[in-house]
Nanobody
Framework: QVQLVESGGGLGRAGGSLILSCAAS????????MAWFRQVPGKEREFVAA????????LYADSVKGRFAISREYAKNTVHLEMNRLKYEDTAVYHC???????????????WGQGTQVTVSS
């Protein structure tokens, strides 16, 4: 059974930093691209960042480019999202996803985590 379990969410201050992690199990981690999406109530799920199977390729939404960094740790089957220079509008539930191709399109991903709440205070 595939499981993606996010951690590291919580309360952050504007201008500060948080690091999210997603532990994957039940799938061949190195054969999947990984991504982070976020969602606020009443809005569609929004792409944040993705990383290729090899880790050599990354994609970022314009809204987070230069502030967030995605990375993956093969020994621990974990993907991280380092969030810097936080803004109030980064407040959302952040979901980890696994798919065959690094993409900004939610439908390209086969597995999803339950999400972790990030709240940024101004």
């Amino acid at each position: 059974q595939v499981q993606l379990v996010e951690s590291g969410g919580g309360l952050g201050r504007a201008g500060g930093s948080l690091i999210l992690s997603c532990a994957a199990s039940g799938l061949p981690f190195s054969s999947f691209a990984m991504a982070w999406f976020r969602q606020v109530p009443g809005k569609e799920r929004e792409f944040v960042a993705a990383i290729s199977m090899s880790g050599a390729g990354t994609l970022y939404a314009d809204s987070v480019k230069g502030r967030f960094a995605i990375s993956r740790e093969y020994a621990k089957n974990t993907v991280h999202l380092e969030m810097n220079r936080l803004k109030y509008e980064d407040t959302a539930v952040y979901h980890c996803a696994a798919g065959r191709t690094a993409s900004g399109t939610p439908s390209r991903y086969d597995y999803w985590g339950q999400g972790t709440q990030v709240t940024v205070s101004s």
